[in-house]
């Protein structure tokens, strides 16, 4: 069994950065890949980021490409999102998520593991 519990969400105003982490729980931690999703209220959750068991490969939702950066450290089991350029639509509740097989993805379905969330209020 995987466990995961992220940290690092807050309020912010528009423009600022934030940096999300999550810890995971057990020796499998490096055959997995991991991925961050998002969920407003009212909204489906929706992929954010992933990132290889290795580290090697990402992939970003056009929304996060080119401001948010998906990053681990596979000795200390950790997955992080740095999040820069933050819009009051970012706001939501984010997931850190893990996958049984090494490659990334961005749907839903495939992520076993979950945390329980952490949220992210942008202010304008």
């Known amino acids: 069994q995987v466990q995961l519990v992220e940290s690092g969400g807050g309020l912010v105003q528009a423009g600022d950065s934030l940096s999300l982490s999550c810890a995971a729980s057990g020796r499998t931690f490096g055959s997995r890949a991991m991925g961050w999703f998002r969920q407003a209220p009212g909204k489906e959750r929706e992929f954010v980021a992933s990132?290889?068991?290795?580290?090697?490969?990402?992939y970003y939702s056009a929304s996060a490409k080119g401001r948010f950066t998906i990053s681990r450290n596979n000795a200390k089991n950790t997955v992080n999102l740095q999040m820069n350029g933050l819009k009051p639509e970012d706001t939501a509740v984010y997931y850190c998520?893990?996958?049984?097989?090494?490659?990334?993805?961005?749907?839903?379905?495939?992520?076993?593991?979950w945390g329980q969330g952490t949220q992210v209020t942008v202010s304008s």
């Open positions: 998520a893990g996958r049984d097989s090494g490659g990334t993805s961005a749907e839903v379905k495939r992520y076993t593991y």
């Open positions: 990132i290889s068991n290795g580290g090697s490969t990402t």
